[in-house]
């Protein structure tokens, strides 16, 4: 009798064991693209947390992750710790921004997971039918069917990542204890369809169904709605394709498992094609953002502003004077909701005063702006209130920053249009900045365009001394009072940002 109690107990404590493991299965990420999900950012530039991994503190091609395994392009299916070991030109220390992803991802689950990854630089979806070594992504049944892997001696490379997978999947997926869930498919890819961009909406369709489909008879688990997280070309890569990226949005737009990334304004390596380790960072840190979300079972969040496009025109305070436009707080708002960012800001501009000196005033060239903005900010006033008695006194200022925002509304009818004044400044209560500073709120509050009072709510105080030794540009004596550095910039951008998203 004893014994059979003992017995019991037993399954019963197996039966529980088993049910807490399937509970709790492991974690898979099945990654795939060209390039720039290989990996061309040298290992050199890689983020110092990641560094810090490292055995090899030369070139940094040697070490390990903690947690995270990887089999990637070797058709066999072992996993081996992961270190971004990208090979190249006889290298084999670059990453990509996977390697940032996966890095995230170890803080979050303190536990191993596993990687499957295939990528293959300067390749295409749409294959070429007449090439005999070329190598593509296609699922097109047809061309399945006259092929094989590329593992194989093959032109498929999707038929090579889906034998890396099962071949994983049958190793050792399949034989955890825990069990194990395939999370998402993380992919970028598409400077290699700019030829055949009119076909690239259907071409990627298919290939992530087919992937979707695949991993659902496999495993016997409905994989049909795969969280599918991508990220677009930057426009300022050598084969960009409108076409492409106008896909890659209509079918994030259609199907809510389909998670696009905005690089459309990434920085690129000399060569045009390749993301700096900024980008590669940028995009691993949003890739993480999503799987975040995903694992812990949360709506994945889209930023409204994602993939919108923001104009802003100004003077120095816009054009940053002497330092890059990337320190400037509208850039970095942009960046940090994976908006489109154009740039009209001009060292000594006015918005009422034009010189053969500084150029045309802001009433009229805001006319060299993109049409189709959906977000248009002005900054301005700081060169007026110098020049009150050339622009014809303050009546004439006003009639001219009338003429500014009539055509701001008729050009922009659906577009959120927005002012920011000038600082602040010493004797600044009855000065003639003070007028153009108010001046600006009245005329805008009467065409309805909200306008930041930035003299006197934005916490920038360019009267002090010890201000602006902290947060303003270097000048010679600390006399500058116009022109934020990246640390005052960082400041003001919450303020602004504030502002902004209030509509």
């Known amino acids: 009798m004893i014994l059979m109690k003992n017995l019991i107990l037993i399954l019963v404590f197996a039966a529980v064991s088993l049910n807490m493991a399937a509970s709790h299965p492991v ?9 720039n999900t290989d990996g061309r950012t040298s290992n050199e530039d890689l983020p110092a947390y990641i560094k810090a991994l490292a055995t090899d ?5 040697e070490g390990a992750y903690r947690y995270c395994q990887i089999a990637q392009n070797d058709g066999e299916g072992k996993f081996v710790p992961f270190w971004p070991r990208a090979k190249r030109n006889g290298k084999n220390n670059m990453w990509a921004f996977d390697a940032v992803a996966y890095y995230e991802l170890e803080q979050l689950l303190q536990e191993k997971f596993y990687v499957v990854k295939w990528a293959v630089g300067g390749t295409s979806i749409a294959p070429d039918y007449n090439a005999s070594k070329g190598r593509f992504w296609s699922a097109d049944p047809e061309w399945l069917s006259q092929t094989k892997a590329t593992s194989d001696g093959g032109n498929s490379l999707l038929l090579s990542f889906i034998q890396e997978i099962d071949v994983c999947i049958d190793q050792t997926l399949s034989r955890l204890e825990e069990g194990y869930q395939i999370d998402a498919f993380l992919w970028h890819q598409g400077e290699s369809d700019y030829a055949k961009s009119k ?41 960009f394709s409108r076409e492409v990226e106008d896909a890659m949005k209509q079918l994030a737009a259609e199907d809510p498992n389909m998670h696009l990334i905005d690089m459309s ?27 975040e979300q995903i694992i812990k079972g949360d709506p994945v969040q889209t930023d409204g502003l994602r993939g919108k496009r923001l104009g802003i025109i100004g003077d120095s305070y816009v054009k940053n004077h002497k330092e890059s436009v990337k320190n400037t707080w509208h850039y970095k ?15 000594g501009s006015s918005i009422a005063y034009s010189s053969p000196r500084w150029g045309e005033a802001m009433y009229v060239r805001y006319k060299e702006m993109p049409d189709d903005l959906d977000y248009v900010i002005v ?38 249009i927005f002012f920011f004044t000038r600082w602040n400044c010493k004797n ?76």
């Open 333 to 347: 708002f942009a960046e940090r909701h994976g908006m489109e960012y154009f740039n009209y800001g001009r060292n």
């Open 199 to 239: 076909d690239y909406y259907h071409n990627l369709k298919t290939m992530v169904a087919y992937v979707r489909t695949h991993l659902t008879e496999k495993t016997g688990k409905d994989y049909s709605r795969l969280p599918f997280i991508f990220g677009t070309v930057a426009r300022s890569n050598k084969y």
């Open 27 to 35: 974690h898979v990420i099945i990654t795939a693209g060209q390039s």
């Open 265 to 291: 304004g990434a920085e690129l390596l000399s060569d045009r094609l390749h993301f700096t380790a900024h980008s590669a960072e940028y995009l691993g840190r949003q890739v993480y953002k999503r799987l």
């Open 379 to 416: 900054v301005g006033g700081h060169n007026d209130g110098f020049k009150l008695d050339s622009i014809g006194g303050m009546d004439v200022f006003k009639e001219r920053l009338a003429m500014l925002c009539e055509g701001l509304i008729e050009k922009y009818p659906t577009a959120k």
């Open 57 to 61: 503190t030369l070139a940094y091609a």
């Open 428 to 503: 600044f209560k009855g000065s003639d900045a003070e007028k153009v500073v108010d001046a600006m709120i009245e005329v805008c509050g009467n065409y309805s365009i909200p306008v930041f009072d930035s003299a006197r709510k934005g916490g920038i105080y360019a009267s002090s001394d010890r201000f602006r030794k902290i947060y303003f540009q270097k000048s010679k004596h600390n006399t500058d009072t116009a022109h934020l550095n990246e640390k005052g910039h960082e400041r003001f951008l919450k303020v602004a940002e504030n502002f902004i998203l209030q509509y």
